[in-house]
């Protein structure tokens, strides 16, 4: 039996995504459509890649809450903040986060949020680049 995990991020995303990456985040925190066509990547060949961004359990707060919008004058680009949790059978946010990396615009020691397992005390942090 695995382990739920608790993913925060809060992170700028680049600006001029392509568009499937676009609708993947849109799906993923905003509530959109489930994308016709999926990225290939290794994180939309697990189980809970859907769950991203909407799993939630009693292990942590007992709903998912995600927001993406659209912000900026001369460079619009959209920031995502979200809080979910799963089980990571699959190492489904490690993937995620693979897949979402070069896509967040920043520095790469930049603070992007933390991932925490249901039996810690303290979460690991993440940063944009691992």
């Not at 993923?28 to 290939?40: A, C, H, I, M, W």
């Not at 189980?47 to 007992?62: E, Q």
């Not at 900026?72 to 979402?100: A, C, H, M, V």
């Amino acid at each position: 039996m695995g382990m739920y995990t608790e993913l925060y991020i809060a992170c700028e995303m680049k600006p001029d995504l392509p568009k499937d990456v676009e609708e993947v985040l849109l799906y993923l925190f905003g509530g959109g459509d489930e994308p016709e066509t999926l990225p290939d990547h290794e994180f939309f060949k697990t189980f809970r890649w859907s769950s991203i961004g909407t799993g939630s359990s009693y292990y942590f707060i007992p709903f998912a809450v995600s927001n993406i919008q659209m912000e900026g004058f001369t460079e619009p680009s959209y920031y995502i903040t979200s809080r979910s949790d799963i089980k990571n059978y699959e190492k489904e946010i490690q993937k995620f986060l693979d897949w979402l990396r070069p896509y967040i615009r920043g520095s790469s020691c930049d603070h992007i949020g933390h991932i925490r397992f249901e039996e810690d005390l303290t979460p690991t942090l993440l940063y944009k680049e691992e």
